[in-house]
């Protein structure tokens, strides 16, 4: 069965930090660019952040670039985004999401994602 498992968000205040985690299991974790898409109040679901499995390369959005940092732990099959200096603007529901190629290209012109995690909340405050 594949799982992607994410944990870590919550409330927090402006400027704050927050690590979040992405379990994976049940497919092959080196073929798969990994990452973090965010549906924010008003907007559309967006590519956040990705890493590929297989050589490490990364994508940011513009908003979080300087602010996110993506990385990657292959032995345990787990991504993590380190997020600081939250703005009220990164509110929103972020997802953990897995898609067949070696690279993020699907974070940046959507070409769809074969897994999905359910999404943890995350709440900044002003």
């Known amino acids: 069965e594949v799982q992607l498992v994410e944990s870590g968000g919550g409330l927090v205040q402006a400027g704050g930090s927050l690590r979040l985690s992405c379990a994976a299991s049940?497919?092959?974790?080196?073929?798969?660019?990994i990452g973090w898409f965010r549906e924010t109040p008003g907007k559309e679901r967006e590519g956040v952040s990705c890493?590929?499995?297989?050589?490490?390369?990364?994508y940011y959005t513009d908003s979080v670039k300087g602010r996110f940092t993506i990385s990657i732990d292959n032995a345990n099959n787990t991504v993590y985004l380190r997020m600081n200096g939250l703005y009220p603007d990164d509110t929103g529901v972020y997802y953990c999401?897995?898609?067949?190629?070696?690279?993020?290209?699907?974070?940046?012109?959507?070409?769809?994602?074969?897994?999905w995690g359910k999404g943890t909340r995350i709440t900044v405050s002003s």
């Open positions: 890493i590929s499995s297989s050589d490490g390369s990364t």
């Open positions: 049940g497919f092959t974790f080196e073929d798969y660019a």
């Open positions: 999401a897995a898609h067949r190629s070696k690279w993020c290209t699907s974070w940046i012109v959507y070409l769809g994602i074969d897994y």
